[in-house]
T-cell receptor, first 116, second 113 residues
């Protein structure tokens, strides 16, 4: 297992198009997180999955954003009707569930989105 | 609300000099604090966390609850320490907030030869 993987690594799209990103967590990790990072800022939390259940969504996640983790393994993040403000690095992280709150999160390489 | 502030966007030191990256936080309960590092062309990775009380690559960080700070320190900086450093906070959880991280803006550390 080489860690968390994300595809595609780069995506250029035109405003108004839909895009979908995929995250494959470390295989035994139950917890999965999505973050967004814009230029000059630290990552910002978007949403959290415990297995297949989406348990928390940030206010940053507008109605145009949807995330799924259908079988508790990989996750997808879809952005509908993209806007230029959606241009950012989208990071996925996973962590094991050992019953505690503060497990170490392992990050993927990110998907860089550019909306023209 | 929880917030993490890293007041220095850029920090430059010479090899062998001490380095301190500042981090202040705001949180009403007892948080867990982390330092993540991103080396050039690599992914974000954990450097150290408060609860582990360990030194990684010569770095240490002390949680000061009175000053709500978690500064990262190294007595003798090395060129390979050049990277982006993020301080992050995770709340006590409860409910559904299992481990989500709030990051600071990051500090770019450059260690000159």
């Amino acid at each position: 297992d080489t860690g968390v993987s994300q595809n595609p690594r780069h995506k250029i799209t035109k405003r108004g198009q839909n895009v979908t990103f995929r995250c494959d967590p470390i295989s035994e990790h139950n917890r999965l997180y999505w973050y967004r990072q814009t230029l000059g800022q630290g990552p910002e939390f978007l949403t959290y999955f415990q297995n297949e259940a989406q348990l928390e969504k940030s206010r940053l996640l507008s109605d145009r954003f949807s995330a799924e983790r259908p079988k508790g393994s990989f996750s997808t993040l879809e952005i509908q009707r993209t806007e230029q403000g959606d241009s950012a690095m989208y990071l996925c992280a996973s962590s094991p569930d050992r019953g505690g709150f503060w497990e170490t999160q392992y990050f993927g390489p990110g998907t860089r989105l550019l909306v023209l | 609300a929880q917030r993490v502030t890293q007041p220095e966007k850029l920090l430059s030191v010479f090899k062998g000099a001490p380095v301190e990256l500042k981090c202040n936080y705001s949180y009403s309960g007892s948080p867990e604090l982390f330092w993540y590092v991103q080396y050039s062309r690599q992914r974000l990775q954990l450097l150290l966390r408060h609860i582990s009380r360990e030194s990684i690559k010569g770095f240490t960080a002390d949680l000061n609850k009175g000053e709500t700070s978690f500064h990262l320190k190294k007595p003798f900086a090395q060129e390979e320490d050049s990277a982006m450093y993020y301080c992050a906070l995770s709340g006590q959880g409860g409910g559904t907030s299992y481990g989500k991280l709030t990051f600071g803006q990051g500090t770019i550390l450059t260690v000159h030869p």
